[in-house]
């Protein structure tokens, strides 16, 4: 498999989101920023949330939905999801609680096709142990949120079938990839599969069949899960890959975001992509 280096010299990308320019918008994690990258390394931030930015998506309204960790040191802010003018770079808060509890470490989401935003609690690691994750479902304009699946390992990477039927969470730890009901509120989890190790599962993508291509770190591979739980492993070249991203005409341009190098990079891939509800 041949990578196209896009852009390099981040600081832990992750979170890419294919925009229908072309360009790619990823996060600095470690930097506190967003960055927009263009074919031939030319770079642009966008904004400056800090914290901890995270996973990344268009909402309804063509703006950018972001999940805050709130940065894992002693200087952590608090989790929250964000909104991000585009056009301005302004960050607006939109939540940083469910039911009264704060949330924790919030990573990756995805919207559906009603406009709704799923995102995922990873769970903060403290000095005296770690958070319990979750898995939310919340509307983009601030109004309500709701906590579908509770106590949660890791929850990282958040993917949403294309039927809309299903959503998926992937458990970095356990290295397993869990499913629930879209329409249903909290409810127990069903197992869908288990990465071969070891290895930690982090964000994910889905294809247009309906597989969930999770990002495989310290493994330096993709792991592609069917619906029913098959798994394969398709080696990349940083062992600390995080996100995969997918566009081009056809859908089968694999954009991934090679953390332990720094950049972002693009390949060809096996099968096509799942075009997402508002990118375009």
Known sequence: MQFEVIAEGLDFPEG????????????????????????????????????????LAVGPDGALYHCNNGGHDESHSGGR?????????KVER?????????????????????????FSDLGRIGDKGKDWGGLYCASPDGSKITRIV?????????????DMTTVYAADTYSARLWAVDRKSEL????????????????S?????????????VTAGAIATFTPN???????????VVTNIAFGGAD??????????????????????????????
Not at 16 to 33: A, F
Not at 187 to 202: E, H, M, S, W
Request: proline share 6%; with cysteine; hydrophobic share 40%.
């Open 204 to 216: 994910l993508a889905m294809t247009a069949a309906g597989n969930v291509a999770v990002a495989a």
């Open 150 to 162: 509770e106590r949660a390992l890791s929850y990282n990477g958040v993917g949403i079938s294309p």
């Open 251 to 280: 859908m089968m341009d694999a954009y991934l975001t090679f953390s332990g190098h720094g950049t972002l990079v693009k390949c060809r891939w096996h099968e096509p992509g799942m075009r997402l509800v508002y990118n375009a």
């Open 94 to 118: 939109l939540y940083d609680r469910s039911n009264d509890e704060a949330i924790s470490a919030p990573n990756d989401i995805m919207f559906d096709v009603e406009g709704q935003m799923w």
């Open 187 to 202: 409810q127990k989890p069903r197992l869908v599969g288990t990465a071969p190790g070891p290895t930690f599962l982090d």
């Open 16 to 55: 890419p989101v294919v925009m229908e320019d072309g360009s790619i918008i990823v996060v600095e994690t470690h930097g506190g920023r967003i960055t927009r990258c263009w074919d031939g390394g030319r770079k642009k931030v966008v904004a400056t949330p800090g914290g901890g930015p995270n996973g």
């Open 81 to 89: 999801i964000e909104r991000i003018d585009l056009a301005t770079g």
């Open 229 to 239: 739980g098959e798994v394969t492993m398709t080696p990349v070249d940083d062992r």
